[in-house]
């Protein structure tokens, strides 16, 4: 599925979603803050637009999260807690899936 989204619905010939539907579940982000230090962009279909604005971190957890952010910047998709992530990148178009066998619930910033 994130092969079809980082082509923009269509996986070798396949079609999984309209170009309409692509262009409107990426459509219209909100800028949040989540966890009070990771910036958001969620968009009306429910997927992030991964990307770095504003000030630089101003602590060492701050700073990890900002260096993960950045490295991600052009990803859709999520990041999710305990270390799973679905993403995808419609410029450089890949797209992946990770679910880690272990979930571990303290790490927030997925730092492990």
């Known amino acids: ?9 269509k996986l070798n010939g396949t079609k999984i979603l309209s170009s309409e539907g692509w262009k409107a579940l990426h459509s219209k982000p909100t800028r949040k803050t989540i966890f009070g230090t990771m ?9 992030n637009i991964v990307g770095v604005e504003g000030t630089g971190p101003e602590n060492e957890q701050e ?4 260096n993960l952010i950045k490295s991600l910047t052009g990803f859709v ?3 999710g ?7 995808w990148h419609p410029r450089r178009e890949i797209g992946f899936a990770y679910i880690p066998t272990v ?4 790490d927030l910033t ?3």
């Open 39 to 47: 910036p958001t962009r969620f968009t009306q279909g429910g997927v």
């Open 77 to 79: 998709g999520w990041l």
């Open 81 to 87: 807690l305990g270390g799973s992530i679905f993403q």
């Open 1 to 9: 599925v994130a092969a079809a989204m980082a082509g923009r619905g």
């Open 110 to 112: 997925n730092s492990k």
């Open 63 to 66: 700073a990890r999260l900002h």
């Open 103 to 106: 979930v571990d619930w303290s």
